[in-house]
């Protein structure tokens, strides 16, 4: 059953069930994993990314209703993050010990796609404006280091190939938290730089799908890889580009959008036994199934695609969107905070530890549904930087 106050359940069970699960007493750094069991997982590696997740999670909860315990537990993330994650120069480690001690010494463009993210909610919640100098050293790097002659960014600092659409579209999501964090439209036409590789060179225009994998020059990698179409990322696009619409009052990036979703619905969409609509985690260009599984993470993308076509005056979005926090509820997320990540292609959860990183995907797709079924407003011309 999905909960009457979606914000309350986030701020009153769900955050409070993993600031005592994630934030481990005496031991720096986030847990990662949870067993299949419900106990910690016992591996001494921190990551970039989760820790990055994990300060947008509590300093987004933090927003939603004030609260020291996610404030110290953003703050113990931020902690750690810039003294062990970090290295020089706008470089993060991909994966420490608790010790700092590097597991990992690679800098990972999806990785830091997520440290302007944290950065950017985590100035929000504190005030710290300090912070945002991390950020410009992040950002400076990537310019000097990762930056592509044919478009957008490498991978990483050690050349890995192929090239992905997912890291790009995340900056998407950093840029637009820190251009509303700081009013800096700086920020907006980084974002407009990413929106504009994906208009000119990921979409595939003949399906209006979206690849995943690339070469160097963002042509698609050879083979199955360079087939595959994940329904969520198409679904997260929808969200991100109805979003930088509303920031930047473009509205040329609608049409993208409307393709994405139409393809997202016609192709990655399938039925529970029990009638409970499903993303599915991998389809073809035609539309035929690589995967009939169904993982947590492109549900929410569900939900916060349905969020905002309702918020842009799309009605028929409100039946799929309470039908998809339906499916949600229902089949993988308990009422204490616990939940499932993938589902079978018959409806059955299939077994595996938690990554604790998809805590992240959760808190912002219920707090953008509660934030758009509290509203019901169609968008309009509210200036560049809407209050929202």
Same mark, same amino acid.
């Given at each position: 059953?999905? #909960?009457?106050?979606?914000? !309350? ?12 699960r994630?934030?481990? #007493? &005496? ?9 299949? @069991? ?68 690679? =800098? ?5 796609a997520?440290? /302007?993210?944290g950065?950017?909610?985590?100035? %929000? ?8 100098? $991390?950020?410009?050293?992040? /950002? @400076?790097?990537?310019?000097?280091r ?24 995340h ?5 637009h ?22 208009? &000119? ?6 399906? !209006? ?19 595959? %179409?994940? #329904?969520?990322?198409? *679904? ?19 049409? =993208? ?7 997202? %619905? ?15 985690? !991998? ?8 995967? !009939? ?13 349905y ?17 998809h *926090? ?6 993988y ?9 993938? *589902? ?29 079924? %509290?509203?019901?407003?169609?968008? $309009?011309?509210?200036?560049?930087? #809407?209050?929202?």
């Amino acid at each position: 059953m999905v #909960p009457a106050d979606l914000r !309350g359940w986030i701020v009153q069970t769900l955050v409070p069930h993993w600031i005592e699960r994630a934030v481990e #007493p &005496g031991r720096p750094g986030y847990l990662e994993y949870v067993t299949a @069991d419900g106990r910690p997982d016992g591996r001494d590696v921190k990551t970039t990314l989760v820790t990055a997740r994990l300060i947008y999670v509590f300093s987004h909860a933090h927003m939603l209703a004030p609260s020291n315990a996610c404030l110290d537990a953003a703050r113990d993330g931020m902690e750690f993050l810039l003294a062990h994650c970090r290295g020089q120069d706008g470089t993060f480690r991909h994966s420490v010990r608790s010790d700092g001690s590097p597991v990992d010494g690679r =800098t990972d463009l999806y990785d830091l796609a997520f440290v /302007l993210f944290g950065i950017a909610w985590y100035v %929000r919640a504190t005030g710290d404006t300090a912070r945002l100098a $991390v950020a410009e050293q992040v /950002l @400076d790097f990537m310019d000097r280091r990762l930056a592509s002659p044919a478009g957008g960014f490498v991978e990483d600092s050690i050349g890995t190939v192929p090239r992905r659409q997912n890291p790009h579209m995340h900056l998407v999501e950093a840029f637009h938290a820190l251009a509303e964090t700081t009013r800096d439209e700086r920020w907006l036409d980084r974002a407009k730089s990413i929106v504009e590789l994906l208009q &000119g060179r990921l979409l595939d225009r003949q399906t !209006g799908s979206l690849g995943e994998f690339f070469t160097t020059d963002w042509s698609p990698w050879p083979g199955e890889q360079g087939l595959l %179409r994940e #329904p969520g990322h198409h *679904l997260e696009w929808v969200w991100l580009l109805l979003h930088h619409a509303r920031l930047s009052g473009d509205r040329t990036v609608l049409e =993208t959008a409307d393709r994405l979703y139409r393809f997202a %619905r016609r192709a990655g969409i399938a039925l529970l036994p029990d009638g409970s609509p499903v993303v599915l985690d !991998g389809v073809r260009p035609d539309g035929s199934p690589v995967a !009939g599984t169904g993982l947590l993470w492109p549900q929410t993308e569900a939900v916060k695609a349905y969020a905002a076509r309702l918020e842009f005056g799309d009605d028929q979005a409100e039946e799929p969107l309470r039908a998809h *926090l339906g499916t949600i509820f229902s089949h993988y997320v308990s009422l204490t905070g616990d939940w499932y990540n993938q *589902l079978s292609a018959t409806g059955e959860p299939v077994p595996g530890e938690l990554p604790v990183r998809v805590l992240y995907h959760l808190v912002l797709a219920l707090a953008e549904a509660d934030r758009v079924l %509290r509203e019901r407003s169609v968008i $309009v011309e509210r200036g560049r930087f #809407p209050v929202s």
